[in-house]
């Protein structure tokens, strides 16, 4: 399926990958990384939102981009309506509520089983330092990679005139790394905890669907940040992309559920694809927090 992906001098070395001198992935227990640790977990605590400016060195920066454009190509594009908890409308509802509010989804994903095994992208999520990073900066005593085999690691495409609506993600954190970003527009926004636990909060749900930009916060990142959020809980979208450059994004989800999988409307809409594992679990109650999705 590729041919001649780009590649690293020697992937055993981190070095190669992430800019250890500003992010000292690889010596968590030394004072920087213990500094490290605690700027991450400030920064998620009081927003939600952990962003790390230039994770990616120059030269791994140069090979994610190539490997992206390989990589965009295989996207499954839906072009279907979708609603912030990715589900089906619910006409027992009223007009009004969040689940019968509908966007035009256009963007694209290639799913993990597209991912070449020498891939850099996974080379990344795979690294042995990696995740304990995210566990740390989360400040949780177990974090799992995401178990769906479809979707624990992906590659978001948003092409000129696209964008990804307002939605909340299935799993509990992902992980991004911009690998190349559009002319304008292709904003990162965010309602942080604008829901929990015990409640969807509707009300102010639909309250941001009609406009409202009381709640929301703005990022534009840039390519090589690695950026870690709690998307459970909040609200978040990709504002349309202007120009001519697409907005490529690769994804890594993580977990506090060891057996959670994304359910089958879902996984249909974004990876235009559903294992009989989907279709079983679908019929049991997977969420331990009973949200929508």
Not at 5 to 28: G, Q, T
Not at 172 to 199: L, M, W
């Amino acid at each position: 399926m590729y041919t001649n992906l780009p590649k690293l001098s020697s992937l055993n070395e981190a070095s190669n990958l992430v800019n250890l001198d500003r992010y000292p992935l690889d010596r968590l227990s030394s004072d920087r990384g213990k500094v490290l640790i605690a700027d991450c977990q400030r920064q998620l605590d009081d927003t939600g939102c952990c962003l790390l400016p230039e994770f990616l060195n120059s030269e791994a920066l140069e090979l994610f981009k190539k490997e992206s454009e390989k990589l965009s190509v295989h996207a499954h594009y839906s072009n279907m309506l979708a609603n912030v908890y990715f589900s089906e409308d619910d006409e027992s509802l009223p007009k009004e509520h969040p689940k019968r509010f509908f966007f035009n989804r256009t963007s694209g994903f290639v799913r993990a089983d597209s991912f070449p095994t020498d891939s850099l992208i996974l080379q990344l999520y795979n690294w042995p330092a990696f995740a304990p990073f995210i566990q740390a900066c989360l400040k949780e005593e177990k974090l799992y990679k995401y178990a769906d085999p479809l979707s624990y690691i992906a590659f978001n495409v948003i092409k000129p005139g696209q964008e990804f609506p307002w939605h909340f993600d299935n799993n509990h954190v992902s992980v991004t790394v911009i690998t190349q970003a559009p002319e304008k527009g292709g904003i990162f926004e965010y309602c942080h905890n604008i829901r929990s636990s015990h409640d969807e909060n509707h009300d102010g749900v639909m309250k941001v669907l009609k406009g409202d930009r009381t709640p929301v916060t703005s990022l534009n990142l840039r390519p090589g940040d690695l950026q870690i959020f709690k998307g459970r809980y909040s609200l978040h979208r990709v504002t349309k992309v202007e120009g001519s450059i697409p907005r490529y994004t690769a994804v890594f989800s993580y977990t506090k559920d060891p057996q959670m999988y994304s359910k089958v409307y879902r996984s249909l809409q974004l990876y235009g694809k559903a294992l009989p594992t989907h279709y079983q679990l679908d019929k049991t109650d997977m969420r331990t927090d009973g949200l929508e999705d």
